[in-house]
């Protein structure tokens, strides 16, 4: 569900949750931030109230050394039980062909790769906007924050959306001619879109 989440939708707010007593391969706000950053989609940290969200936020802004994600994790797989759920865990994704795997200092590795310059550059707020919302109690601030940047995010998305449709309407005003019989304009659209959303700055970088 998760993965359907942060695949379907362009940002995702995560405030609070525990980082103990929890059943699954990782916290369920943790694996929410994680997904999300593989998506590559915008992520907004709401962590003054402590919990999963501080300890996501602080593992993508400190870069190395004991950060409460980790400190929690290793106090977390002292109980034996946590150990024999995370083999079943992974038996039943193996089973199930789901791809997921239990690696704790990947996830680790991967907040601290995205850091605070991608963080601000996915969700369209400062480092100062993202310390702030990451660490302030206060719900207008917090609210004022997160309106400023989803607006942003908006913009940006939009225009990127009306660059691919005039780039497209472009290619497809006239329809070529190949012999005597012209092609359909669909089939056009149909190439000229699928080719520009696999090339930068819409689809992969090389």
Same mark, same amino acid.
């Given at each position: 569900?998760?993965?359907?989440?942060?695949?379907?939708?362009?940002?995702?707010?995560?405030?609070?949750?525990?980082?103990?007593?929890?059943?699954?391969?990782?916290?369920?706000?943790? %694996?929410?931030?994680?997904?999300?950053?593989?998506?590559?989609?915008?992520?907004?940290?709401?962590?003054?109230?402590?919990?999963?969200?501080?300890?996501?936020?602080?593992?993508?802004?400190?870069?190395?050394?004991?950060?409460?994600?980790?400190?929690?994790?290793?106090?977390?797989?002292?109980?034996?039980?946590?150990?024999?759920?995370?083999?079943?865990?992974?038996?039943?994704?193996?089973?199930?062909?789901?791809?997921?795997?239990?690696?704790?200092?990947?996830?680790? %590795?991967?907040?601290?790769?995205?850091?605070?310059?991608?963080?601000?550059?996915?969700?369209?707020?400062?480092?100062?906007?993202?310390?702030?919302?990451?660490?302030?109690?206060?719900?207008?601030?917090?609210?004022?924050?997160?309106?400023?940047?989803?607006?942003?995010?908006?913009?940006?998305?939009?225009?990127?959306?009306?660059?691919?449709?005039?780039?497209?309407?472009?290619?497809?005003?006239?329809?070529?001619?190949?012999?005597?019989?012209?092609?359909?304009?669909?089939?056009?659209?149909?190439?000229?879109?699928?080719?520009?959303?696999?090339?930068?700055?819409?689809?992969?970088?090389?």
């Amino acid at each position: 569900m998760r993965q359907t989440l942060a695949k379907n939708y362009e940002a995702r707010i995560i405030l609070g949750g525990k980082l103990k007593g929890y059943v699954g391969r990782y916290p369920g706000i943790v %694996e929410e931030a994680l997904e999300t950053i593989i998506r590559d989609k915008a992520l907004y940290i709401v962590g003054g109230f402590g919990g999963a969200a501080r300890a996501v936020y602080e593992a993508i802004v400190i870069p190395s050394g004991q950060t409460p994600l980790r400190e929690a994790w290793q106090d977390h797989c002292r109980d034996e039980k946590v150990h024999e759920m995370h083999a079943s865990y992974l038996d039943l994704a193996k089973q199930l062909n789901l791809g997921f795997s239990l690696d704790h200092e990947a996830m680790l %590795e991967l907040f601290k790769d995205f850091g605070p310059k991608k963080l601000s550059e996915k969700n369209k707020l400062t480092a100062a906007e993202n310390k702030r919302l990451a660490y302030s109690q206060d719900v207008h601030e917090i609210l004022a924050i997160l309106v400023r940047g989803l607006n942003q995010l908006h913009v940006d998305l939009a225009a990127q959306k009306g660059a691919v449709a005039q780039s497209v309407e472009a290619h497809t005003a006239k329809p070529p001619v190949v012999g005597s019989k012209q092609i359909s304009p669909e089939i056009c659209l149909t190439a000229n879109a699928n080719e520009m959303l696999q090339s930068p700055p819409y689809g992969p970088r090389s």
